[in-house]
C-alpha cells in the first residue's frame, strides 16, 4: 500500500479520480492524425501564394499531390566529405575533350553568340564556357522536380525564405504560360535548363533569343546563351572589351599575405615585382582597373590578377574555383595556352581534416569564426596569419601537410 493509499484509508477519506492520462482521441470521436510537416507548411504557403494573386483551384492543383522529396532534404543538409585539391577539379572542368567540344559550339553557334556579343559585350567564349560548365552544354540539365524540390526546401524550413521565394516564380513561369509543367526540370536545388537558372533569374533575365516567341533555356541553346549574356551583363556588371584576369609571375620572397586583399591598378603590382606570365599582357582599360591577387592552388601554384569581370562571373555561382573554371575554359577556347605554372599536386582533405585545421588555428590564437569544415575567407585569413608567424609563405593554402603541421604546433601548446 502506498503512502496516499495508507492515508485515505486510515481517515476514512474517498479519493478523487485519477486524472486520465491525455490521448489524442476527442471525446466520442477518432484519434487526431500526426501532423505532417510538410502537409502544415503547404496549407500555409497555399495562402500566400492566393494572396499573390494565383487562383486557389490552380495552386492547389499543382501543390496538392506533391510529397517531400528525401533527396533533395540530404543534398541540402551534405557536408563534403572529400575536399577536391582544385588541381583536380580544374582538370575535370577544364579537360581536353571540354575545350573541343567548347570550339565545335563557338563554331556551330558563331552567328547567334555574335549577335549576343553585341548586344551585351559578353565575349562569346564566356557564354560557351559557362554553357559547358553548369550542363555539359545542355546535355545534363537535372532530373528533379524543381517545384517539388523547391517545396521540399521551404518546408525543411532552413532556407524558407528564399525558398518560398523561387516557388512562387516557378508558380509564375506556370501560371503564366512560360513553360509547362513538365518542363520545369532541373537541380535539386531548383536551378534549371541548359545555364541553370533559378527562376526568379528567368523571370528578370531569360531571353527569346531565337524569335520563337519563347523564352526556352531548356530545349533552345540560343536562348540559353542570350540569357547567360543577358545575366552578365545586367546582373553581373560585365566589362565589355576586358577580361576576366591575367595570369602573372609572382618574385621571390614576395609577401604572399596581400593576396585576397584590396585591389590595386597594374602599375602598383608591377611595382611590386609582379609581371604577366608569358603570353599574357593588361590592356589599357585592364591596367587601369583594381585587380586583386589570389593564389587558389598556394604559392607553388599559379597566381592570377583577377578583374572585375571574375566578380561578374561570380554574380553567376559565388566561387572562385568556379569562376576560375569558367574563365580559364573560356581562354582556352578562344586559343589560350595552358597556364605556365602547373596546379600543385595534393591529396584531398576529408571533413576532419578541415575541421581539425580550424580547431588548431583557433588554439594557437587564430580566429576562423567556428569549426564547421568550411574553408571559408576567414579561415584563410587566420591560415596566412599562422603562416606569416612562422616566416612561411602566408598564401592562406590549407594543404594536407601544412594541416599536420598545424596539429603538431597546436598539440604542443595544448
Request: no cysteine.
Amino acid at each position: 500500500m502506498d503512502r496516499r493509499t495508507f492515508l485515505l484509508s486510515t481517515f476514512g477519506l474517498v479519493a478523487a479520480p485519477e486524472p486520465a492520462p491525455w490521448s489524442p482521441v476527442p471525446s466520442g470521436g477518432a484519434p487526431l492524425p500526426p501532423v505532417d510537416p510538410f502537409d502544415a507548411w503547404r496549407r500555409g504557403f497555399v495562402e500566400k501564394a492566393v494572396a499573390a494573386g494565383w487562383p486557389r483551384n490552380r495552386v492547389a492543383e499543382v501543390l496538392g499531390g506533391l510529397e517531400e522529396d528525401s533527396r533533395v532534404v540530404a543534398a541540402d543538409g551534405r557536408q563534403p566529405e572529400l575536399s577536391r585539391p582544385i588541381g583536380d577539379y580544374m582538370a575535370g572542368a577544364v579537360s581536353a575533350a571540354r575545350i573541343r567540344q567548347g570550339r565545335a559550339r563557338r563554331a556551330e553557334y558563331a552567328e547567334t553568340l555574335e549577335r549576343i556579343h553585341q548586344r551585351t559585350g559578353v565575349a562569346p567564349e564566356v557564354l560557351v564556357a559557362i554553357w559547358g560548365v553548369e550542363s555539359n552544354f545542355g546535355q545534363m540539365q537535372g532530373d528533379y522536380d524543381v517545384i517539388r524540390s523547391l517545396a521540399t526546401l521551404a518546408a525543411e524550413g532552413r532556407r524558407r525564405a528564399w525558398a518560398e521565394e523561387q516557388l512562387l516564380a516557378a508558380l509564375r513561369i506556370l501560371f503564366t504560360g512560360e513553360a509547362p509543367r513538365e518542363r520545369l526540370r532541373g537541380s535539386w536545388a531548383g536551378a534549371m535548363g541548359q545555364t541553370q537558372f533559378m527562376p526568379d533569374t528567368y523571370l528578370s533575365y531569360a531571353v527569346d533569343e531565337d524569335g520563337d516567341g519563347r523564352r526556352d533555356i531548356w530545349g533552345s541553346a540560343a536562348d540559353a546563351l542570350g540569357s547567360a549574356g543577358a545575366y552578365l551583363a545586367r546582373r553581373g556588371g560585365w566589362r565589355s572589351g576586358q577580361g576576366w584576369a591575367r595570369e602573372v609571375t609572382v618574385p621571390p620572397g614576395f609577401d604572399y599575405s596581400v593576396a585576397e586583399g584590396p585591389g590595386r591598378p597594374w602599375t602598383e603590382w608591377r611595382a611590386e615585382g609582379l609581371r604577366p606570365a608569358p603570353g599574357q599582357s593588361f590592356s589599357p582599360a585592364e591596367a587601369a582597373e583594381a585587380a586583386t591577387l589570389i593564389v587558389p592552388g598556394g604559392w607553388s601554384g599559379p597566381a592570377f590578377l583577377v578583374l572585375p569581370n571574375h566578380m561578374a562571373i561570380r554574380s553567376y555561382n559565388n566561387s572562385t574555383s568556379y569562376a576560375l573554371a569558367v574563365g580559364l575554359l573560356a581562354d582556352r577556347i578562344a586559343g589560350a595556352p595552358e597556364l605556365s605554372k602547373a596546379w600543385p599536386e595534393d591529396q584531398p582533405l576529408t571533413l576532419a581534416d578541415r575541421i581539425a585545421a580550424q580547431e588548431a588555428l583557433t588554439r594557437l590564437g587564430f580566429d576562423t569564426g567556428g569549426a564547421d569544415g568550411v574553408i571559408g575567407t576567414r579561415t584563410r585569413a587566420a591560415t596566412r596569419a599562422w603562416q606569416k608567424s612562422r616566416g612561411l609563405p602566408a598564401d592562406g593554402y590549407l594543404s594536407y601537410g601544412l594541416i599536420q603541421a598545424l596539429k603538431l604546433q597546436a598539440g604542443a601548446v595544448s
